[in-house]
């Protein structure tokens, strides 16, 4: 993934996430964001096409 | 001084049930030890004294009547602050919840009362559990240290002996970070296999609550408890609770232990924590478990990105109406780590739910390839870390601490499998060091085998810190 950890591009995604940043929280928002992105990263080289996410689903109703 | 504190919670069972002490001489003891240890090492978040008072009484006229509910009956225990204690507290360490009263109990909770346990009070959690704040609480064998979280109350209240056990959550290792650095045991149990109804959240297929104690045979005791099936919770799985501790042994013939040197004791594992975990392993040889060397475990090094990218996501996602309405209550870090899990892309939350899968793959793998009963690895990396060592960042990417602790733990989490601390040795400055246990799911009976096996062959978890002017060796 190759977003920028950037002040506006953090701003940028908030808004559209509907959050409003403090500013005081932007520096470590960015740092963990950039952090946060290279996890993102690392598992783009796992191959998953044939595999099913861990989620939880039951039809049956309780 | 009565020394009733140190019993555990067996020895304090057997005692109660031949009448040579009361429910309310054990609460008596643990309020009076925790008098004298909660100004340094501040275990507790709220004191239920009077209620216990109650609890211990009614234990005792029962005890009276030849009635004992269970081996927790009249025990003193203590609970994490993020689970509901009807008419009592939970702010989950965080302002957001000031003034928040439960009107009803955590299933945990509710267990432990009818199992006629006497609840001591909450322990101090980090807020909501995330990791990201210093709380109060203090290390139980160096002050200037960090104590563990986020169970860091659970994790010391026990090891001074101020509860007999205690009751915390672990969602990358927070119950048995605080085990390990403070020198007791910890269990994360298999995802499902205690109830997280009326537990505050982090994620749904990540939490799972579990017992600290002081030996594993006082673990498997109160697992025994806790676990079992709640049709109020949907992750609560439907399957039989055995009784943990008839499992428990004092050989281990049968048993295979695998050991796997690549991922576990990968270079920055420091050499007094991978001398003692090495030593530890030798034991279990020599107790008869056989130990198999295992080749690194494929996708391994998956295991705290897809982790933490679901923890950010689901965390925020509970937090999402409080972040925006009360955002300035919380802490400014923990804060930050909620607004950082507003902005993760949800195609990157499913890859990551898959990628647990590719990793919980190739972890069957590895036990079933090599028919493994446990694999033992270290807890941590280092015994504790110095306060003002200790980053915040759980995103971190550089080799921090906390960095350290998810790579150790983060796997047990990802993949839903249980994983057990027990004390192995003490680092050259003197702090405690765990050996962490992994097991196949629901495979608790087997870590209990092995950890009490170790703890009966050895003499790590008799040694108490010094605390309230009071040092011990039973």
């Known amino acids: 993934m190759t977003v920028p950890a950037d002040k506006e591009t953090i701003g940028a995604v908030a ?15 960015a740092g963990a964001f950039a952090n946060q992105l290279q996890a993102i990263a690392a598992l783009e080289e796992l191959d998953v096409d044939e595999v099913e996410p861990i989620v939880s689903f039951d039809p049956r109703w309780r | 001084m009565s020394e009733l504190h140190w019993l555990t919670i067996a020895e304090a069972g057997e005692r109660l049930g031949r009448g040579d002490v009361t429910a309310n001489e054990l609460l008596d003891a643990v309020l009076e030890r925790l008098r004298e240890t909660e100004p340094e090492v501040h275990a507790y978040a709220g004191l239920m004294d009077e209620t216990a008072r109650d609890e211990a009484e009614r234990a005792d006229r029962e005890l009276q009547h030849g009635s004992r509910r269970s081996p927790l009956h009249g025990i003193p225990v203590a609970v994490k602050d993020l689970l509901y204690t009807r008419g009592f507290p939970t702010s989950a360490g965080s302002k957001v919840l000031e003034g928040f009263v439960p009107d009803s109990d955590a299933v945990v909770v509710e267990r432990l009362r009818e199992a006629g346990a006497v609840l001591v009070g909450k322990t101090v959690t980090h807020e909501f559990a995330y990791g990201q ?9 160096d002050r200037r240290c960090y104590p563990g979280g986020s169970s860091a109350g659970s994790g010391v209240g026990v090891a001074v002996g101020s509860a007999f056990g205690a009751i915390g ?13 403070n020198g007791i045991v910890g269990l994360k149990t298999t995802a499902g296999r205690v109830s997280r109804r009326g537990v505050f959240p ?17 673990c498997a005791l109160v697992l025994g408890v806790v676990a079992g ?17 008839a499992h428990l042994s004092e050989r281990l013939e049968g048993i295979r232990v695998g050991v796997e040197r690549d991922y576990f004791f990968y270079d920055g594992v420091r050499p007094d924590v991978r001398a003692a975990v090495e030593a530890a392993i030798d034991e279990l040889g020599a107790l008869g478990a056989e130990v198999v060397d295992v080749p690194r475990i494929e ?49 990157a939350y499913v890859r990551a739910q898959k990628a647990r899968a590719v990793v919980r793959d190739g972890l069957r793998r590895a036990f079933d390839g090599h028919r ?34 998810l790579h150790h733990c983060f796997l047990a989490n990802v993949t839903g499998v249980p994983a057990l601390s027990v004390p192995c040795g003490f680092s050259d400055e003197g702090l405690p060091i765990g050996l ?11 870590l209990f085998r092995v950890g009490h096996a170790y703890q009966v062959a050895t003499e790590w978890h008799l040694r108490h810190p010094e605390v309230g002017g009071v040092a011990a060796e039973r």
């Open chain 2, 299 to 347: 996708y391994i090094e998956y295991a705290a990105p897809a982790g933490i990218t679901v923890l950010v996501a689901d965390t925020s996602e509970w937090h999402r109406r409080f972040l925006r309405e009360r955002g300035d209550r919380y802490v400014q870090a923990t804060r930050v780590m909620l607004e950082l899990g507003e902005l993760v892309p949800a195609t």
């Open chain 2, 372 to 405: 493994l009963d446990v694999l033992a690895a270290p807890t941590i990396p280092m015994p504790t870390v110095p306060l003002e060592l200790l980053s915040v960042d759980l995103t971190g990417s550089g080799e921090t601490a906390l960095s350290g602790f």
């Open chain 1, 15 to 29: 808004r559209v996430a509907g959050i409003k940043i403090p500013e005081a929280d932007l520096p470590s928002l």
């Open chain 2, 169 to 181: 959550t672990d969602t990358g290792g927070s119950i048995r970070v605080p085990a390990s650095v």
């Open chain 2, 436 to 446: 962490q246990l992994y097991g196949r799911p629901f495979g608790e009976p087997d």
């Open chain 2, 202 to 218: 982090m994620s749904a297929t990540l939490d799972s609550v579990g017992p600290l104690t002081r030996t594993v045979e006082d």
């Open chain 2, 229 to 245: 099936r709640d049709r109020g919770d949907a992750t609560a799985i439907d399957e039989p609770v055995p009784d943990y501790r």
């Open chain 2, 133 to 141: 704040d210093v709380p109060p609480t203090r290390n139980s064998w």
